[in-house]
C-alpha cells in the first residue's frame, strides 16, 4: 500500500490550491476507514488539518475550518483537500494519512510524502 500526495505550490494570500493524496495497493475503499492530513511548518511540529470516514464524517482543526474542505472519491481511492482563503500562515509541508485494514482483525496507518503548500506575497 502506497499513498501519493500531489497538489502543493505557491499562492498568494486569498488564493486556492487543491490537494490529492491516492491509496494504490491491493485494497478495497471499504478497507480504508480514515483519511487525513496532517501538516507542518518550518520550525513547528507536525499538526492536524483535517479528517474524513468513509462514511464521510469529518473533522477539521479550528483554524481551518470554513476554509478547508476535506473529501474523499472512494471508487478512485482519493482524498482530496479543497484550501480556499488561504494564509501565510498556511505555509507548511502537507502529509496525507490513512487507516487501511491489512487483516481480517486489525490495520495500519499509512503516509505519503509531503507536498509543499507555500503562500506568501
Known amino acids: 500500500v502506497q499513498l501519493q500526495a500531489s497538489g502543493g505550490g505557491s499562492v498568494q494570500p486569498g488564493g486556492s490550491l487543491r490537494l490529492s493524496c491516492a491509496v494504490s495497493g491491493s485494497i478495497f475503499s471499504s478497507d480504508i476507514s480514515v483519511m487525513g492530513w496532517y501538516r507542518q511548518a518550518p520550525g513547528k511540529q507536525r499538526e492536524f488539518v483535517a479528517s474524513i470516514t468513509f462514511s464521510d464524517a469529518t473533522n477539521y482543526v479550528d483554524t481551518v475550518k470554513g476554509r478547508f474542505t476535506i473529501y474523499r472519491d472512494n471508487a478512485k481511492n482519493t482524498q482530496y483537500l479543497q484550501m480556499n482563503s488561504l494564509k501565510p500562515e498556511d505555509t507548511a509541508v502537507y502529509y496525507c494519512?490513512?487507516?487501511?485494514?491489512?487483516?481480517?482483525?486489525?490495520?495500519?496507518?499509512?503516509w505519503g510524502q509531503g507536498t509543499l503548500v507555500t503562500v506568501s506575497s
Open positions: 494519512n490513512a487507516h487501511i485494514r491489512t487483516t481480517s482483525t486489525g490495520g495500519d496507518w499509512f
